[in-house]
């Protein structure tokens, strides 16, 4: 069996034994009644919100493509949404690969630059969760062993971070330093480990670009805040905005909740664990778990509908095609392929 295989059928057990331990104590009166009470106007602005979130992540990526940052603002929009598009239905993060290959065609890096802009992105948004669940943690009762966890993750990824960006800062000799101890380590002392970690260091030096960094810290925040609006306005829209004391702290919680949990295998589209993480959420506040789960399924299917579909005119936008970008970027030609090459 292949490592990709493999890779699924985790993902596929992981998310079948959240829904399972979810779903045993889901009342169905409950639920159904929770989607004939909904207020569906809200899935207006809901719309808007993620339109919005996504156009900000494209504007901050743009801006880690320093010194290639003035790609057009509505292709780089594009290729996040196809993106999207790729992890919500194809497994192991298969957008993000599909991004990197788009992107690298319009960078003068390629593939490797595109990569280590990706790279970045991602531990922004580690750090942004982490500094948000850090400035919640006086305001919610976390269980200890959370709270521990949380702040253990939350120190290794801020000194992580910030040893990178230092070694970023000396370029190829802080490459060299490292490797002076890395490379002499089984398994880790490769040419491919030491390529990999050049190009995240290449990555990260967009962080130590003054005149850069106040607009990722600014376009950062505006995507996690999006976010937080986000998670209220479908709150809102189910009435659970009424079941907590303090529905935008609820909703921002939520948030590091959702965000924590996609490290987590899965299946596409990440159903199992992202209605577990809200159900944890919402449980802090004494949510019946049949009402929280109606949310947390409600909200989780619209933003998978939404996103295939800003990831469906992304591709119609850039006159591109699920097949071919799935056989040019993954490797895997579409079902049949092989046998019409052969007649």
Partial sequence: MDKGRLRLLVGLAISALCLYLVLRAVDLGTLAEAYRGADYRYLVPALALTVLINWARAYRWRLLMHPHDRQPLGRVFSIVNIG??????????????????????????????????????RLLDVLSVV???????????????????????????????????????????????????????????????????????????????????????????????????????????????????????????????????????????????????????????GVDQSRAFAYAFGQHAFNLLVLVALGLWGLRSESLTFAGIREQALGEAPAGAEERRET
């Fill in 84 to 121: 999207y598009l790729f992890n919500n239905v194809l497994p192991a993060k298969a957008g993000e690969v599909v991004r990197g290959y788009l992107a690298g065609r319009l960078l003068p890096g390629g593939l490797a630059q595109a990569l280590s802009t990706l790279l970045v992105e």
């Fill in 131 to 285: 500094l948000l669940l850090a400035g919640l943690l006086p305001f919610v009762d976390l269980p200890a062993w959370a709270t521990t966890g949380r702040l253990l993750f939350g120190l290794a990824a801020l000194v992580g971070t910030a040893a990178l960006v230092a070694l970023a800062r000396l370029g190829s000799r802080g490459l060299d330093w490292v490797w002076r101890y890395l490379g002499r380590l089984p398994l880790l002392g490769h040419a491919r480990v030491r390529a990999a970690l050049a190009n995240v260091l290449e990555g990260l030096r967009v962080l130590t670009v003054p005149r850069l960094l106040p607009g990722i810290v600014l376009w950062s925040l505006l995507v996690w805040l999006g976010y937080v609006l986000l998670n209220y306005t479908m709150m809102a829209a189910f009435h659970v905005t009424g079941l907590v004391p303090q529905p935008l702290l609820a909703s921002a919680v939520i948030v590091c909740a959702t965000g924590l949990s996609m490290v987590v295998p899965s299946s596409p589209g990440a159903f199992g664990p992202v209605e577990g993480a809200v159900i944890f959420a919402l449980g802090l506040y």
